[in-house]
């Protein structure tokens, strides 16, 4: 009941301080709306937006999730004084359509990519006319920033600037070196971190440290103002370059563990300093944080074949089981939303644009998406989750992978997991599982259950149909040894 008033509180303050004006000036929105505009003086109340995306992070990889090797107590402290989810779903299990689903609100298939966007200059990636989180809380008036990994398209048109984002720092490809800021993985090699589309220079400098520093200036340049910051680790995708502290911390863990796990604390470590910057200019209460990992741990050869943890869960990076998609994701409003609460009920990366829209007061853009309010989860355990079923389907083409959740009743097909040697022919086509009974999707409950595999099928099936013959495209996202493309 306090949230609830809370929140009315709030939308009250918007409605009486935003006398907004409209102004042609300010440009204009690939919905064909103008940009709002804060008459001068006036104090505006609306809260800030943080989202926080951490790069191939395991489903249980930090403390708040059970892990007792990791040291995260910046993530742990976000969940302590917010919402932590227990199901919460990626858009996808890889980089670029993960990314494309949590900044439109759209499954990664509406929002035009299923498979990794090109990591070359020229190279194509998420159509220019989705509307995007940056775009909305631009047009609203917000001052707005990306800081950190892109990848989700690298030319005119598909950049950060293009897409929303006022301000722009870090590099547009899928990873790159963390000193030389070099992208490694296919030649010629090259050079890969821009600034508002220009290119930059800083070899030597840690690229987590470079991303900190970018997004206390931006914020100490906006504060005045509302802010959304969407701030795209890269961490801990390989190349695992954790600090030389965290690697002596953590020099009795087994490889890779050890090389993961000292790449991950430094990443916290630099969340943490984000937050202390919001503290020491007395915003934590005023910036909404929501935080996710972009897809399941990476055991790509380039990441020592392992490193990150799923747990209880089958799969991993690419692969559509639990374990791949099912990850670490939270909320935090202090003062405002419940604190140190753990809710169980199943919410999507597609629900953020719903739901950051319905806390600051700022008008969706783009009305067809995918994504559901989480706020009646957020202030109730027992509210029923808003997605009647949730959809994936990844890489395009007729031998796509694809999945299905209604209820318990989850249905994998073409089903992909890497390093999993106990698939059979039969369970790769169609796989069947009930998460209340078999969260760990170790027993395909197809054969048992044709009813069950039929309705979900059809229920697939027709959501494909629903969203166009772009289903048919091909969008590879590994190479012949199993790496990211």
């Given at each position: 009941m306090i949230q609830r008033l809370t929140l009315i509180a709030w939308s009250i303050a918007g409605i009486v301080a935003h006398a907004w004006v409209v102004s042609a000036a300010a440009g204009s929105d690939k919905s064909g709306g103008v940009a709002c505009v804060q008459p001068a003086g006036s104090p505006d109340p609306r809260p800030n937006v943080i989202l926080i995306v951490t790069d191939d992070q395991g489903a249980v990889d930090a403390g708040c999730y059970g892990a007792k090797d990791l040291a995260t107590p910046a993530i742990d402290g976000l969940a302590a004084r917010g919402v932590r989810f227990t199901q919460f779903y990626a858009g996808a299990p890889v980089c670029s359509p993960s990314r494309a689903c949590l900044l439109t609100g759209r499954y990664p298939l509406r929002a035009g990519l299923t498979g990794n966007a090109s990591s070359e200059p020229g190279g194509a990636g998420m159509p220019t006319e989705q509307i995007t989180l940056a775009e909305m809380f631009k047009a609203a008036g917000y001052a707005t920033a990306h800081i950190g990994k892109w990848h989700l398209g690298f030319r005119p048109g598909e950049m950060p600037n293009d897409q929303g984002f006022d301000y722009s720092f870090g590099h547009m490809g899928g990873c790159i070196d963390n000193y030389s800021h070099f992208f490694y993985w296919s030649g010629p090699n090259r050079h890969d971190l821009y600034r508002n589309g220009q290119e930059v220079f800083y070899p030597g400098r840690y690229f987590c440290d470079l991303m900190v520093e970018e997004a206390s200036q931006f914020i100490d340049q906006h504060h005045d103002r509302p802010f959304f910051i969407y701030f795209a680790l890269n961490m801990p995708h390989y190349p695992y370059q954790g600090e030389p502290k965290w690697l002596e911390h953590y020099k009795d863990l087994p490889a890779p563990r050890n090389l993961y796990a000292a790449f991950l604390s430094s990443c916290d470590e630099r969340i943490g300093r984000l937050l202390g910057k919001l503290d020491a200019l007395g915003l934590r209460q005023r910036t909404i944080i929501a935080f996710q990992s972009d897809n399941g741990h990476s055991v790509e050869e380039r990441a020592h074949f392992g490193g990150g943890s799923a747990g209880l869960y089958r799969g991993a990076k690419f692969s559509l089981f639990e374990g791949g998609i099912r990850l670490p994701g939270m909320i935090s409003w202090p003062g405002h939303l419940p604190e140190g609460v753990v809710r169980d009920q199943m919410v999507h990366a597609a629900d953020w644009m719903p739901t950051l829209a319905e806390l600051t007061g700022v008008k969706l853009l783009n009305a067809d998406i995918d994504g559901k309010s989480?706020?009646?989860?957020?202030?109730?355990?027992?509210?029923?989750?808003?997605?009647?079923?949730?959809?994936?389907?990844?890489?395009?083409?007729?031998?796509?992978?694809?999945?299905?959740?209604?209820?318990?009743?989850?249905?994998?097909?073409?089903?992909?997991?890497?390093?999993?040697?106990?698939?059979?022919?039969?369970?790769?086509?169609?796989?069947?599982?009930?998460?209340?009974?078999?969260?760990?999707?170790?027993?395909?409950?197809?054969?048992?259950?044709?009813?069950?595999?039929?309705?979900?099928?059809?229920l697939h099936d027709d959501w494909l149909k629903s969203c166009g013959a772009d289903a048919a495209k091909p969008m590879p996202v590994q190479d012949k040894k199993g790496n990211e493309r």
């Amino acid at each position: 009941m306090i949230q609830r008033l809370t929140l009315i509180a709030w939308s009250i303050a918007g409605i009486v301080a935003h006398a907004w004006v409209v102004s042609a000036a300010a440009g204009s929105d690939k919905s064909g709306g103008v940009a709002c505009v804060q008459p001068a003086g006036s104090p505006d109340p609306r809260p800030n937006v943080i989202l926080i995306v951490t790069d191939d992070q395991g489903a249980v990889d930090a403390g708040c999730y059970g892990a007792k090797d990791l040291a995260t107590p910046a993530i742990d402290g976000l969940a302590a004084r917010g919402v932590r989810f227990t199901q919460f779903y990626a858009g996808a299990p890889v980089c670029s359509p993960s990314r494309a689903c949590l900044l439109t609100g759209r499954y990664p298939l509406r929002a035009g990519l299923t498979g990794n966007a090109s990591s070359e200059p020229g190279g194509a990636g998420m159509p220019t006319e989705q509307i995007t989180l940056a775009e909305m809380f631009k047009a609203a008036g917000y001052a707005t920033a990306h800081i950190g990994k892109w990848h989700l398209g690298f030319r005119p048109g598909e950049m950060p600037n293009d897409q929303g984002f006022d301000y722009s720092f870090g590099h547009m490809g899928g990873c790159i070196d963390n000193y030389s800021h070099f992208f490694y993985w296919s030649g010629p090699n090259r050079h890969d971190l821009y600034r508002n589309g220009q290119e930059v220079f800083y070899p030597g400098r840690y690229f987590c440290d470079l991303m900190v520093e970018e997004a206390s200036q931006f914020i100490d340049q906006h504060h005045d103002r509302p802010f959304f910051i969407y701030f795209a680790l890269n961490m801990p995708h390989y190349p695992y370059q954790g600090e030389p502290k965290w690697l002596e911390h953590y020099k009795d863990l087994p490889a890779p563990r050890n090389l993961y796990a000292a790449f991950l604390s430094s990443c916290d470590e630099r969340i943490g300093r984000l937050l202390g910057k919001l503290d020491a200019l007395g915003l934590r209460q005023r910036t909404i944080i929501a935080f996710q990992s972009d897809n399941g741990h990476s055991v790509e050869e380039r990441a020592h074949f392992g490193g990150g943890s799923a747990g209880l869960y089958r799969g991993a990076k690419f692969s559509l089981f639990e374990g791949g998609i099912r990850l670490p994701g939270m909320i935090s409003w202090p003062g405002h939303l419940p604190e140190g609460v753990v809710r169980d009920q199943m919410v999507h990366a597609a629900d953020w644009m719903p739901t950051l829209a319905e806390l600051t007061g700022v008008k969706l853009l783009n009305a067809d998406i995918d994504g559901k309010s989480m706020l009646p989860v957020i202030n109730s355990a027992t509210a029923p989750t808003a997605h009647e079923a949730l959809h994936w389907l990844v890489g395009g083409g007729k031998k796509a992978q694809w999945a299905i959740r209604q209820g318990q009743w989850k249905l994998i097909g073409n089903v992909e997991s890497p390093l999993d040697d106990a698939l059979k022919p039969e369970d790769k086509r169609l796989f069947l599982s009930n998460l209340d009974a078999d969260v760990s999707e170790k027993t395909n409950l197809a054969a048992q259950h044709p009813e069950i595999v039929d309705r979900l099928q059809k229920l697939h099936d027709d959501w494909l149909k629903s969203c166009g013959a772009d289903a048919a495209k091909p969008m590879p996202v590994q190479d012949k040894k199993g790496n990211e493309r």
